[in-house]
C-alpha cells in the first residue's frame, strides 16, 4: 500500500539515525550501525527514501516537487526507520487475566495450561470468534503498535490447531496485510500445542499438520513461515524436525520458539535446518549458543516475556552477541505470556534485564529485526531506496528509545510513506497520540 505520486520531506530533525551502511544484518552492532547524521533532513517519494541530505537540499527538492505533499518540521527531534517486529501472536480474542492473576498466586506457566489456562484456553477462545470478528480486535491493536513505532510485523496463527481455524487465522493476517499500511508477515504455527482432541493421539495431530495444514497453508500461499513450539512437554526436537522438515520441502521459511523455558536443542535444531530465526532462548545450551553464532538464523531475543512470567533469568544476549550470533528482539504480544505491542519497552527491558547496550538494542529492533523476518531491500533502515517506514520520535538522543520504558515515544509513523498517526491511518484524531508527549521528552 505505497503512497504513490507523493513526496514528503522531513525537515529540523536533531539527528537522524539511517541505520547499518551494508544491507542485511549486523553481528556485533556498534555505534556506527547506527549511522547517526545531524544537519539533514530525509525525503520521501512514492513510499520509498529518495534522499537523506542537508535540510536546504532536502527543502529545495521538495519544493520542486510536481506534487508535493507535506514538508513536516521536526523541531529538534530524532528520526529514526520504523521498528520492526519479528515475533508476534497479535490476532487473539480475549485476554488471559486468571493466568496472570494464578501466576501471582505461585502457579507457574505450565501448571497454568494443565490446570485448563494456558494456551488452550485461548485456542477454545479463538474457535468461537469469526474470521471478521477477529480481523476488527485485531486492527487497533495494529494502529495501537504503529503509534508506539512499529511498521513490520510477524503475525503468527496458532491458537485455532483446525485445518479450519488455522487457515481462518492466516486469511484473517492476509486481509490485515490489505487493510493496513505496516508491513505483514504471516507464519503458521499449527504446531503451538497439541490441542485436547489429540491429547491421547498426539501422532494423529503431527499428521494432520504435516499432511493437510501445511499443505493447506503452502498451495494458498497463506504464509512466509513456519513455526513450531519446540519446548520440553510441548513439541520434541524430533517432533519439530518432522514438522519443519515438511514445511521446508513445501518452500515455507523456518522459525522455532526454541529453548524457552527449558533447554531441548531447539536452538541447535534451528541452525542446523537454516531456519530464519531461532526465538526466546531463555533456557539456551552453550552448543545453542554456538550453533547460532555460526549461522545466519537471528537469535530473537522477546526479554518481555521472561519479566511478564515473573523470571528471573533472561536469554543470554551477550554471550550471543559475543559470540557473534544475529540478535533481534520482539515483542512476543500474545494473551498469555506478553500482553505488549511496545517495542521500546521491549528494547529498555533488553538493556536492562539482557544487558544489550543501547546501540545493540536499536539494531536489534530494526535491521537485525528485518533479516529475522527476511524482509530486504533495506526494511529497517533509511537506506536510499528503502520503504520510507520512518519514525519521529518525541526525544533527541537514541539511547532514549531505550530508556524511557513503556513511555510512548513516537510523534509521527510512517509505514511505505503512508501517515500511521497524527491523522493517519489507525488513530483517527489528529496527533491523538502525538501530540500527548510533544513537546519532546529531553
Ligand atoms: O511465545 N511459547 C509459546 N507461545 C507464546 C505464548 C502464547 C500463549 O501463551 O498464548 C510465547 O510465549
Ligand atoms: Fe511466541
Not at 70 to 79: S, T
Request: aromatic fraction near 6%; glycine fraction near 12%.
Amino acid at each position: 500500500m505505497a503512497a504513490e505520486g507523493r513526496r514528503l520531506a522531513f525537515v529540523g530533525a536533531g539527528a537522524v539515525a539511517t541505520g547499518p551502511a551494508a544491507p542485511g544484518p549486523v553481528r556485533h552492532p556498534a555505534w556506527d550501525d547506527v549511522g547517526l547524521r545531524t544537519g539533514v533532513g530525509v525525503g520521501v517519494e512514492d513510499g520509498r527514501i529518495a534522499l537523506v541530505a542537508p535540510d536546504d537540499e532536502v527543502g529545495e527538492w521538495f519544493h520542486a516537487a510536481r506534487s508535493p505533499d507535506a514538508l513536516v518540521q521536526c523541531g529538534g527531534r530524532l528520526i529514526t526507520a520504523g521498528l520492526v517486529d519479528p515475533h508476534t501472536h497479535a490476532l487473539f480474542g480475549k485476554p488471559r487475566l486468571e493466568d496472570h492473576a494464578r501466576r501471582a498466586r505461585g502457579d507457574d506457566y505450565k501448571a497454568i495450561a494443565a490446570a485448563g489456562g494456558g494456551i488452550l484456553s485461548s485456542v477454545a477462545d479463538f474457535r468461537s470468534r469469526s474470521e471478521d470478528a477477529l480481523v476488527a480486535l485485531a486492527l487497533p491493536r495494529l494502529a495501537m503498535m504503529a503509534a508506539l513505532g512499529t511498521t513490520a510485523v510477524e503475525i503468527k496463527s496458532g491458537y485455532g490447531l483446525a485445518v479450519e481455524h488455522e487457515l481462518k487465522a492466516l486469511r484473517a493476517i492476509a486481509r490485515l496485510r490489505n487493510e493496513v499500511p505496516l508491513q505483514v508477515v504471516a507464519t503458521f504455527l499449527g504446531a503451538h500445542e497439541v490441542p485436547a482432541d489429540y491429547r491421547s493421539r498426539r501422532d494423529a495431530y503431527l499428521r494432520l499438520v504435516i499432511e493437510e495444514m501445511l499443505p493447506a497453508v503452502a498451495h494458498g500461499r497463506l504464509a512466509s513461515f513456519c513455526d513450531v513450539f519446540c519446548e520440553p512437554g510441548v513439541f520434541s526436537v524430533a517432533e519439530s524436525e518432522a514438522i519443519l522438515t515438511a514445511a521446508s520441502g513445501l518452500g515455507l521459511g523456518l522459525k522455532v520458539h526454541a529453548d524457552e523455558l527449558d533447554p531441548s536443542g531447539g536452538a541447535e535444531l534451528a541452525a542446523r535446518l537454516g531456519a530464519a530465526s531461532a526465538d526466546h532462548l531463555g533456557a539456551i545450551s552453550p552448543a545453542g549458543v554456538e550453533a547460532l553464532a555460526a549461522s545466519e538464523t537471528a537469535a530473537v531475543l522477546l526479554p518481555g516475556t521472561l519479566v511478564f512470567l515473573g523470571r528471573s533469568r533472561q536469554a543470554p544476549a551477550r554471550a550471543l552477541l559475543e559470540a557473534g550470533a544475529i540478535v533481534a528482539l520482539a515483542s512476543d504480544f500474545n494473551p498469555g505470556s506478553s500482553p505488549s505491542a511496545n517495542l521500546p519497552l521491549m528494547m529498555a527491558l533488553a538493556v536492562s534485564q539482557a544487558r544489550l547496550q543501547p546501540e545493540e538494542a536499536f539494531v536489534a529492533a530494526t535491521a537485525n529485526a528485518a533479516h529475522a523476518v527476511r524482509l530486504e531491500g533495506g526494511r529497517g533502515t533509511l537506506a536510499v531506496g528503502a520503504p520510507a517506514d520512518l519514525v519521529v520520535w518525541n526525544c533527541r538522543d537514541v539511547r532514549e528509545l531505550a530508556y524511557w520504558y513503556g513511555i510512548p515515544l513516537a510523534w509521527r509513523v510512517y509505514a511505505s510513506g503512508c501517515p500511521c498517526l497524527g491523522g493517519g491511518w489507525g488513530i483517527s484524531s489528529p496527533g491523538s497520540a502525538g501530540t500527548v508527549l510533544s513537546p519532546p521528552m529531553s
